[in-house]
Every structure is written in structure tokens, then in C-alpha cells.
């Protein structure tokens, strides 16, 4: 039931594909578009509204994708334009939008315009980048440090000076000073947008502005040995300055010259600061700017309930739209995080909290970090921080859909072939043998079909697309209706306060849902006697399930009196 009053990236889901990894189609050990295409059917049957893919432009992969040679056209690895055209054409047919990655913070540095950048001082293309002299000391400029450790300054020798990088260096930084790169970057998203593009991903939008005295950050008291070096420093010239909203605001212009399209912000900060990415009615910004909070988190209800109750009270004061995320590329699964019994209870926070929900590839099935060999590890956050790769890396939670249980999991399809020298670019999670779409599509009960029941109920509740939000303080009882205006109290009331249950209401037009979530392994007494109206919509834990008892570990979704 979708609100007219809603855009699609408000009422829909969307999900995020890592090419890669997702389904080959050649048998070269690497996704690519066309295998999307072969698995449109599944995505539309999960209820999702959006497919976002990460990098799918020419590259050289330093960073696989995220460093981007070409803007306007499709990496051979994934495809043709005129696969990808395909691609955009089949998801419309199925009502799915498409999303693409933009990394419009730097580019390769096989790119041309780098190229001709460093060719020498005086090319046009120069500016195009951030150059600096060496410090007096004959070093480099600044104290700034890479994200992917080290340095965030590599000297180019054939002309004296060093360019900035806040990733590896084969990721020079573009200099979003230079109005020239502001109208490219401009273009570049209507160019995708003629193809069919609905929306954007931008990859690290808060980082485009840079202190332009290029001063050195001051050092973070709290940051120890054994951390990533990025934190030792407070990164007060390099993150979140003033200028990166006037720049995010030319980029939303380009957008609205188009029909119904958006885009989504990659950005680390506090709540408050977060949400001024939105910008305002008069000076419109980012249409969501990513909430991650909810993977930081602590996974307890107190902590949990207090993430949402701000996150909610700051989206309506800031008057923008909210938005969740448990995983994704760049952060380890979200089943290993909190562990297999918190599961379906991570996975209905998600699907029922009031805002756009953002899926990552696989959480339907329940996949979880998988073993990445040491002689096996590609990610370059990992590989250049030896030190920190356990938490720093990324390969884990990027490794191929586990599609059934033949050779490497379907994810090569019928290309696979034993005689073949090719494999998965990445290994298969060891479990998938048990853990996969075909195993799960014929199981009722099973994690895939407990997704799309999260989904139908979503997409057929007014309460639970646009509904109010409003967590259930200790003493306010189950909210079972008792009479005209009035809320029963009862045995829940102290549930709240200790118990390790999160409850909360979502509401609209007469419609009222309540969600309980179970943090703990522990049983809890409930009074929800049917009589008084009271009907149960799902539980992640369906034998057994009644309305006196909310087990350990267990979702519950009730439809209850107005």
C-alpha cells in the first residue's frame, strides 16, 4: 500500500548489488550485468523496489571499481552499454528502479585527465586535481593520512610535486574547486540519467571539500596503537567542511532537471551533522543522506531504542526523509554480526523502522562473513594495513551469492565448468552448501521466505510504508485497545526497563502495528489476549507463537485496535 504522497526511494526497498558478486554469466569468475539480468525475476520476488550496483565503470580495479578510468562508459569485465541498456530496460519491465554507484571524489589514475594532469605543470588538465610542493623538510605537504593507511600524498617525480589521494594512490583526489570538474561530474550523472538511471550512490560525498591552506590536522587524544593510522588525527580539513554543501547542491540541480530522481550520500557523521546533507526546501541537498548508525551501534535494546528515538525526533525536525542500513560492501555482514539467534530480529528492525530501507546482497538468505584465506585476500584496506586487516578488511563480507549447492554455489550458473581454470574471484562462504536461495526457496519456514513476508506485509501496510513512529515507554503495557481512546497496561510493563525488548508503534489512517523485538535469549510474559482485537501478523519464530509469550530471540508483528 504506497502513500501517493510518497516517491519510490521513500516507499520502496532498495538493494544493493555487488557486481562481482552477485551472478557470472562467462565463466570468468566475476559477476557482471548480464547475470543480473538472468536473476530479475528473484529480485522482484523479494519485494524490493530499487537495485543499486556498485561500480560498474572502466577501471583498473585498484580498488575494484572505486577507482574510475572512464565515467561515461561500462567496464569489459561487467559488460556493454548495451548490456547495462538491457539491464535498465528488463528492471523497468519488472517495476524495479535502477541505482548506480557516482564516485565523484576522485578518479584513477589511468584515467586521461589524470594523465594529462601529471604530464606536466602547465596542462590544462592540472587543476583538475590537488597538487602541492613538498614541505620545506622536502616531505609531503601536510600531516593528512589515507584511509587505507599511510600517507595521503604520493610525489609524482617527473614533476616535482606530490598529489592527494585519501585512498590508495592509484585514487587521486579531483579538485571539486575547479567549477571545470564541478560541470563534468554535472554531466556526467545526466549522461546516465538519458540511459534510464533513476538514481545515485555517491560514494564518500562528505570528503569533496578540502581546507584550501592545506593545514595539519591536530591529533586525536583518544587514538591508540593498533588502530588504524587514519584515526589518529581529527579530520577537521579533509571532512565535512561548509564548502561540500555548495558542491552537493550544483550536483541535486542536475538531478531535478530530470523526472522522479535521486540520490543517496555515503556519509560517516553524527546524527545532527548527517542530516544537514538534506539541505533545505529552498537549497535541497542529498534525498538521503545514509544513516549507518544502526551498524555501529551497540546490538542491545537500550542502545538500539535510544539510536532511533533521536535518529526519529532529528528526520522530523530537520523535516527530511529517514533511512536504515544494517550492512554492505564496506561493513562486515550483519548475521555475523549479531549472530544467527538476532538474525530475523535485525532483519524485521529493518524492514518495519520508518524510513527507506537499504538490503545488501544476500541478507535475504542470512549469509554471513565468509573465510578469506590469507593467500586469498585482494582488498587493498586490508592488504595495506596488515596490521588492522581483521577489522579493516573487506573481502568477507563481499564474497559470491550463494545460489544453490552445485559448484561455486550457482554463482557462475551454467558457465561453470570443473575442466575450467576459472573460479570465483573471491572464495565461496564455507556454509553455502546449507546456506542458499534454492535450498531456502523450497523451505517454507526459511530465512528467504521469512524476507519476503517481511516485505508483503510492508508493502500492503499504510502503518509501516508512512506510518508515525513511536517507541512504547515502561507502564504503557502491549497497547491492546480497551475502549474508545484508552491502552490497557498489563504484564509488559516492565519489559522495557530491563528485559532486552524493543517495542514500537507505527501508525496510519486507523492503521496501528506494533513490533516487538526480543534482544534477549530469555522469555517474555506479554498480555495480548486475543479477545480484545488483538491479531498476530508474523513471527520470526511461527511454532508456537501466541500472544502471552514473546520468546528469546523472537519478532513479533500485531495489528492492534485504534
Known amino acids: 500500500m504506497t502513500s501517493p504522497d510518497l516517491k519510490w526511494w521513500q516507499s520502496g526497498i532498495i538493494y544493493q548489488i555487488y557486481p562481482r558478486s552477485f551472478q557470472d554469466s562467462s565463466g570468468d569468475g566475476v559477476g557482471d550485468l548480464r547475470g543480473v539480468t538472468s536473476r530479475l525475476g528473484y529480485l522482484r520476488s523479494l519485494g524490493i523496489g530499487a537495485i543499486w550496483l556498485s561500480p560498474i565503470f572502466p577501471s583498473p580495479m585498484k580498488d575494484f571499481g572505486y577507482d574510475v578510468a572512464d565515467y561515461k562508459d561500462i567496464d569489459p569485465l561487467f559488460g556493454t552499454l548495451d548490456d547495462f541498456d538491457e539491464l535498465v530496460r528488463g528492471a523497468h519491465e519488472q517495476g524495479l528502479k535502477i541505482m548506480l554507484d557516482f564516485v565523484p571524489n576522485h578518479s584513477s589514475d589511468e584515467h586521461p585527465w589524470f594523465l594529462e594532469a601529471r604530464s606536466s605543470r602547465d596542462n590544462p588538465k592540472r587543476d583538475w586535481y590537488i597538487w602541492r610542493d613538498p614541505s620545506p623538510e622536502g616531505g609531503v605537504p ?34 571539486w574547486a575547479n567549477p571545470e570538474v564541478r560541470r563534468e561530474m554535472a554531466e556526467t550523472l545526466r549522461f546516465w540519467m538519458r540511459r534510464g538511471v533513476d538514481g545515485f550512490r555517491v560514494d564518500v560525498f562528505w570528503l569533496l571539500g578540502k581546507d584550501p591552506e592545506f593545514r595539519d590536522e591536530p591529533r586525536n587524544a583518544e587514538w591508540r596503537p593498533g588502530q588504524p593510522i587514519h584515526n589518529s588525527l581529527e579530520h577537521i580539513y579533509t571532512q565535512d567542511l561548509p564548502v561540500t554543501h555548495e558542491y552537493i547542491r550544483e550536483l541535486r540541480s542536475a538531478l531535478d532537471e530530470f523526472d522522479d530522481r535521486m540520490m543517496v550520500g555515503e556519509i560517516y557523521l553524527p546524527i545532527e551533522r548527517l542530516l544537514t546533507y538534506a539541505g533545505t526546501p529552498d537549497a535541497p541537498e542529498c534525498h538521503l543522506p545514509f544513516n549507518f548508525h544502526l551498524i555501529l551501534t551497540p546490538w542491545n535494546a537500550a542502545d538500539v531504542r535510544k539510536l532511533v528515538d533521536d535518529y526519529d525526533a532529528a528526520v522530523t525536525a530537520a523535516n527530511t526523509w529517514p533511512n536504515w542500513v544494517l550492512g554492505n560492501h564496506d561493513q562486515h555482514r550483519f548475521a555475523t554480526r549479531v549472530g544467527k539467534a538476532q538474525y530475523r530480529v535485525a532483519q524485521t528492525l529493518l524492514l518495519t523502522l520508518r524510513g527507506t530501507p537499504t538490503v545488501y546482497y544476500g541478507d535475504e538468505i542470512g549469509m554471513e562473513d565468509g573465510y578469506i584465506p590469507p593467500e586469498r585476500v585482494v582488498d587493498p584496506a586490508a592488504l595495506n594495513q596488515p596490521e588492522v586487516a581483521a577489522s579493516a578488511g573487506r573481502d568477507p563480507e563481499r564474497t559470491p551469492m550463494q545460489w544453490d549447492a552445485t559448484a561455486y554455489a550457482g554463482f557462475m550458473g551454467s558457465a561453470a565448468d570443473a575442466s575450467s581454470p576459472a573460479e570465483p574471484w573471491l572464495p565461496l562462504a564455507q556454509n553455502f552448501a546449507a546456506v542458499n536461495v534454492a535450498a531456502q526457496e523450497a523451505d517454507p519456514a526459511s530465512d528467504l521466505n521469512y524476507f519476503r513476508a517481511l516485505t508483503r506485509l510492508r508493502a500492503e501496510s499504510a502503518a509501516l510504508v508512512s506510518g508515525s513512529y513511536r517507541s512504547l515507554n515502561a507502564g504503557e503495557g502491549a497497547l491492546i485497545h480497551s475502549g474508545p481512546g484508552s491502552l490497557t497496561g498489563g504484564s509488559y510493563q516492565n519489559v522495557q526497563a530491563g528485559s532486552g525488548v524493543f517495542a514500537f508503534l507505527r501508525e496510519a489512517a486507523g492503521e496501528r502495528v506494533l513490533v516487538l523485538l526480543n534482544f534477549g535469549a530469555e522469555d517474555v510474559q506479554l498480555s495480548l489476549p486475543e479477545r480484545v482485537g488483538a491479531s498476530l501478523l508474523l513471527s520470526s519464530q511461527p511454532q508456537g507463537a501466541g500472544a502471552e509469550v514473546l520468546r528469546g530471540n523472537e519478532a513479533q508483528l500485531w495489528r492492534v485496535g485504534s
Open 142 to 175: 601536510n600531516n593528512w593520512k589515507s584511509f587505507f593507511g599511510g600517507d595521503a600524498w604520493t610525489l609524482d617525480p617527473s614533476t616535482g610535486q606530490y598529489y592527494l589521494h585519501q585512498f590508495v594512490s592509484g585514487q587521486p583526489e579531483l579538485n
